[in-house]
């Protein structure tokens, strides 16, 4: 511990001391002292005068060991500190700070804060090292690429049921777009993507990944292999028949951006909708058309070209009859079709062979042929085939035989009955057949 008479000084005064003295001792000129140590000769002579009347300690800064003017007071430290404990343990510094000026009204920057939590000895969140990769240029214009990823996580933390969010990220700006479903699938895929046309159009392209909602692992068949014919999603089919280009990525970090999008959602939207008790995934949906918007204000990016290449449906294109689920069904000769493990009856009169049936996000079924929509009604039951009834067959009737111990092989006649005629065993013919007798 330091005495009274000790002074501590860094490096740099120890070595404005040496100067000094040198400049007292008039070893060197105040000018040449100046210029060593990069001060003006008036300041030089200030500090002359002030080691000359307080001793080497003149050289230490006045304000050392003082609280700054503009210090907060200690109380909002000491409330900052026990709200993060309390409310914000798992926020990293940077958002912590946010939602105490937004939530608490408790304004200080995000490097106060972290200094607060090191002297305090808590830990906090920090963004892991991320390994070099080669940067890929966003794209010039807004709409002209959209990177699109489904995310699975504990949104709701367990207060409500597990569910999925279907992103969505402009290359060019990084302007967000997403919505929760139950699953990762084709119907999910293709209302996200219908809710996303409805708002902002339709895009040049779309970046995803391989997953089997979005590329096909079907083999080609031989006609296909002839033709040239890739093997298509239903998301791949709806989306060519929109001209809208469909680019996979190879890798997950190809498609940084979605993912870095998932990685801050992750951290700062699940514990947003923490903060506001949402626990439904229909509140979660609500609160995204207030979150996006705002979240797209504060880091989204200007594009590198002022225009926008999203471009609006066609006039007679409706959105259901091509973003949905289409599969050929055969005919039946008592105009039935089979489909998920269903039976319907098809009520028109037809002549088709195949009838397309198209499953539709909003739950609906259509059966068309042609062009032509048919009306057509599940099968609950099956009809039960009447059975034949069985013809009579005429079978001799077996007699019972009874062993030669049986008393009726015994039988003896009683005396008092000798006026009665004996019965004589006759020898059956047949085997099978009614024994006959003689009185």
């Known amino acids: 511990m330091a005495g009274k008479d000790t002074v501590i000084m860094s490096q740099e005064e120890l070595k404005r ?3 000094i003295h040198k400049a007292i001792d008039k070893r060197i000129s105040q000018i040449e002292a100046a210029s ?14 002030r080691v000359k009347w307080e001793g080497d300690e003149g050289i230490v800064h006045r304000s050392r060991g003082k609280s700054s003017h503009n210090a907060l007071p200690k109380h909002i430290r000491r409330r900052a500190i026990a709200l993060y404990k309390s409310t914000y343990e798992d926020f990293g510094p940077t958002f912590a700070s946010e939602k105490l000026f937004e939530i608490d009204k408790i304004e200080i920057s995000r490097e106060t804060l972290r200094n607060w939590l090191k002297e305090e000895g808590i830990s906090y969140v920090t963004r892991k090292p991320r390994p070099h990769r ?8 807004y709409g002209q690429m959209t990177q699109m990823d489904g995310s699975e996580h504990d949104w709701l933390e367990g207060r409500g049921e597990e569910c999925i969010l279907m992103g969505y990220i402009d290359d060019a700006t990084g302007k967000p777009f997403g919505r929760f479903y139950k699953y990762e699938g084709t119907i999910p895929a293709m209302d996200s993507f219908k809710r996303y046309v409805e708002k902002y159009g339709l895009p040049q392209s779309v970046y995803l990944d391989k997953h089997s909602t979005y590329k096909s692992n079907k083999k ?10 890739e093997a298509l999603s239903q998301f791949e089919r709806a989306l060519k028949e929109l001209e809208v280009e469909v680019i996979h990525a190879n890798s997950p970090q190809a498609k940084g951006r979605i993912e870095r999008l998932f990685r801050t959602f992750q951290h700062r939207l699940i514990r947003e909708m923490r903060l506001r008790g949402i626990c439904t995934m229909e509140e979660a949906n609500k609160f995204l058309e207030y979150y996006l918007p705002v979240y797209a204000k504060r880091f989204g990016v200007a594009p590198a070209k002022e225009d926008n290449l999203h471009r609006p449906v066609a006039k007679g294109i409706d959105l259901n009859n091509i973003l949905c689920i289409k599969t050929k069904r055969a005919l039946r000769n008592d105009f039935t079709i089979a489909h998920n493990k269903k039976l319907y009856q098809i009520l028109d009169d037809t002549r088709a062979k195949k009838v397309m049936v198209e499953e539709r996000v909003d ?6 042929y042609n062009d032509a929509t048919l009306k057509f009604k599940e099968i609950t039951s099956r009809p039960r085939k009447e059975e034949p009834k069985k013809k009579y067959e005429f079978r001799l009737k077996k007699v019972y035989r009874p062993p030669k111990e049986h008393p009726w092989r015994r039988f003896k006649i009683n005396p008092q009955y000798s006026h009665y005629p004996q019965r004589e065993k006759v020898a059956p013919k047949e085997k099978g057949l009614l024994l006959t007798s003689k009185h």
């Open 17 to 19: 001391v040496n100067i």
């Open 36 to 49: 060593i140590l990069s001060l003006s000769d008036r300041q030089i002579r200030r500090i002359i005068k």
């Open 134 to 141: 080669q940067w890929r240029e966003r794209k010039h214009y």
């Open 220 to 229: 080609p068949s031989i006609e296909d292999e002839l033709n040239n014919v």
């Open 363 to 368: 739950g609906s079924m259509i059966m068309r």
